[in-house]
């Protein structure tokens, strides 16, 4: 299909590293942009699967993509997960495809069996997965544009009949099966193309039911009825990422003053500018405005103060501005102070001076010098900021507001965070009085300040709603209180298998909860729990809840790992952006590996040989020092049964940045 657009993405650690290593990805361009498609983008990203899901899902959520190609991570190395990125986001798989491109493989070498090829769609995107040799990506790519096949499965998932296709068929004999009488027809490419008699056009979406069942233990039942293990499913960290991600809608939009209170907000429309900036000719440097006839003498000095800026500049006169300002009728260049010289001043009665009078111009400036024209930064109509962008800090967005008059803007809504730990154990820092219970108090409640500290730094409200007590009325309270006044809700403790351990129960038997997982295969942060909870009638339809584990270094660092993408997207940030970034680091000292994904707290530091990382010491999920001075967490994988048990010094792995970037 000519013009037909495409995105490109090349899976590689080391093209990831040094872009110049990737040789696949511009072989997909220059051989489609030859075929007549669009290459729209170009993308790098390492093996690493939510990298690789979180590209894909923002491209097919942008709704220009018709066709996404990826090269690489395709085969059985180690690192090599594309399929496994990809599959669980199709909504059709086409093994039609996958055939044809083993196929087209298997004809060079008996080599091609050991690719793992995927194709198929998301919602109105083609995705297809190539191997990372330049000369298997133009064997499949010849496959695929055979006889039209891609073309034609393009223009059937963006909605179209295909007819051309098949009146082609048609004509060399081939029968095409009647659409008439039956709801779909499988086409030549092996997609279900929609048929001639639902015409009617769907501003909905059809979601397949999803089973929802109870799994948490009910505490009103005697002991022996206790789960002794967990019943919720142990998922993985990509899986509970994209879980947060479909779950979690972006807030509404309203309307809000350009003030520096706007940072963190993302700008839900186009802006345009309402005027040209600057609105009339003007300076760009201190000095006077004059006539570029004007020759090099002496002339008297006009100031706002005594000449209008409406009537004609004088002969024999400059005018004296000041950089930014307007210039006065009749003038059209400016000369700068370093080139004239005092001549006289003007002074009081008692013969102090207190202006200038005359200068001399010791040179003639042509026409336009140092004059920004009417228009000349910004003309009226132009668009300035784009619905999506996000106010940074640093400033930029904010000021472009200011620079083109808007007082005003529209916004998505910023989240407000409801607060709480649970236990009787705990003690409140500031008014340490024990929980009725056993008769033990004494752990001081670390989670909820340095949560608290952590998502006000973030820009976020923060209702505190201190500790809570290990009972069944306790909760129901509080945490019907939270989703009463907040957007998301989070806690602390309670998630595990202890008695006192109510969160899931009281989500799901007491609120009508939907818990989406409960465990998650990482470390630390295992029973780190998310759920959503409808609230008709209230803010919003249904508000999400975070339940971390009680340990405070497994609390923060799923935080900033599940927590902050949660409240990015309901922010609106687009979802490649709701992950903190993270960076490729070689590690200073050897690491353990566990069975299970570990985030290890590090400080990452940047030197002239790239960015390294230093452990911050003992590890323990207890251990909230572990998080002191920590700007990124390690993200070491897994270990397998026939891979090493710990990765040496100079390994290179990838960390998620949590703080600012230090300097070696």
């Known amino acids: 299909m000519s013009g037909a657009r495409v995105a490109i993405l ?30 729209r983008h170009l993308v790098i990203v390492p093996d690493d699967e939510i990298r690789i ?15 996404i190609v990826t090269t690489g991570g395709t085969g059985f190395g180690v690192r090599d997960r594309t399929p496994e990125a990809i599959k669980p986001l199709l909504e059709r798989e086409a093994p039609g495809l996958v055939h044809l491109l083993l196929s087209a493989s298997l004809q060079s070498t008996p080599l091609a069996a050991l690719s793992r090829p995927i194709a198929g769609t998301i919602r109105h995107t083609l995705i297809v997965t190539l191997p990372g040799s330049v000369k298997a990506v133009q064997e499949n790519l010849a496959a695929l544009l055979s006889a039209g096949v891609v073309s034609h499965a393009i223009e059937l998932v963006r909605g179209g009949s295909g007819s051309t296709v098949h009146a082609q068929l048609s004509a060399e004999g081939v029968r095409v099966p009647p659409v008439a009488g039956s709801a779909v027809s499988t086409s030549t490419s092996g997609f279900e193309e929609p048929v001639a008699h639902h015409p009617h056009h769907h501003h909905h979406h059809h979601t397949p039911p999803q089973p929802r069942s109870v799994l948490s233990h009910d505490p009103g039942l005697p002991a022996h009825t206790r789960h002794r293990e967990s019943p919720y499913p142990l998922v993985s960290v990509a899986e509970a990422y994209l879980t947060i991600l479909r779950e979690i809608q972006p807030l509404p939009a309203h309307e809000q003053a350009v003030s520096p209170h706007l940072r963190g907000h993302v700008i839900a429309e186009d802006v345009y500018a309402p005027q040209n900036v600057p609105a009339t000719p003007s300076t760009n440097v201190d000095g006077y405005a004059l006539r ?13 103060r005594t000449h209008p800026l409406t009537s004609p500049l004088p002969p024999g006169t400059v005018f004296r501005v000041n950089t930014g300002g307007p210039l006065p009728a009749g003038a059209d260049a400016v000369i700068m102070v370093e080139d004239t010289r005092l001549h006289s001043t003007q002074r009081t009665p008692s013969g102090e001076e207190y202006e200038e009078n005359e200068i001399e111009t010791l040179a003639q400036v042509p026409p336009g010098e140092n004059v920004r024209d009417a228009g000349s930064d910004v003309r009226r109509g132009e668009l300035v900021l784009e619905r999506g962008t996000i106010v940074n800090s640093a400033g930029g967005e904010i000021g472009t507001l200011a620079f083109v008059g808007r007082t005003k803007v529209n916004v998505v809504r910023k989240p407000v965070v409801a607060l709480l730990s649970t236990g009787n154990e705990l003690l409140d820092l500031q008014s340490p009085h024990p929980l009725p219970g056993d008769g033990w108090g004494g752990i001081w409640d670390t989670n909820r300040p340095s949560l608290q500290a952590a998502i006000e730094g973030l820009g976020y409200e923060v209702i505190d709603l201190g500790i809570v007590p290990d009972s069944l009325e306790a909760h129901v309270a509080v945490l019907t209180r939270g989703l009463e006044v907040a957007d998301l809700l989070l806690t602390t403790g309670g998630t595990s298998m202890g008695v006192g351990d109510l969160l899931k129960p009281v989500i799901e038997r007491h609120l009508n909860g939907t818990v989406h997982f409960g465990r998650v295969k990482v470390k630390p942060g295992k029973p780190t729990t998310f759920a959503t909870v409808p609230t008709p009638g209230g803010r919003n339809e249904r508000v999400p809840i975070f339940a971390l584990p009680g340990n405070p270094a497994s609390a923060l660092v799923m935080f900033h790992v599940f927590v902050i993408p949660a409240l990015r997207k309901l922010g609106g940030w687009p979802d490649a952006r709701c992950r903190l970034p993270s960076v490729r680091v070689q590690i200073q000292e050897s690491m353990r590996l566990d069975p299970r994904p570990e985030y290890h707290r590090a400080i990452v530091k940047s030197s002239v040989s790239g960015f390294k990382a230093y452990s911050t010491g003992g590890q323990r999920s207890s251990r909230v020092a572990s998080l002191k001075g920590a700007n990124g967490l390690i993200a070491l994988p897994a270990r397998s049964e026939r891979g090493p048990s710990k990765l040496e010094i100079g390994d290179v792995v990838e960390a998620i940045m949590i703080g600012e970037m230090q300097m070696e």
Request: proline share 3%.
């Open 53 to 67: 899901r979180t590209v894909v899902l923002a491209w097919c959520d942008q709704g220009d993509i018709d066709w």
């Open 10 to 39: 090349t899976v590689s650690d080391t093209a990831a590293a040094d872009a110049s290593a990737d040789r696949s990805g511009p072989t997909i361009q220059s051989v489609l942009t030859q075929a007549g498609y669009v290459c």
């Open 292 to 304: 570029s006839t004007d020759l090099p003498g002496i002339y008297k000095v006009l100031s706002a």
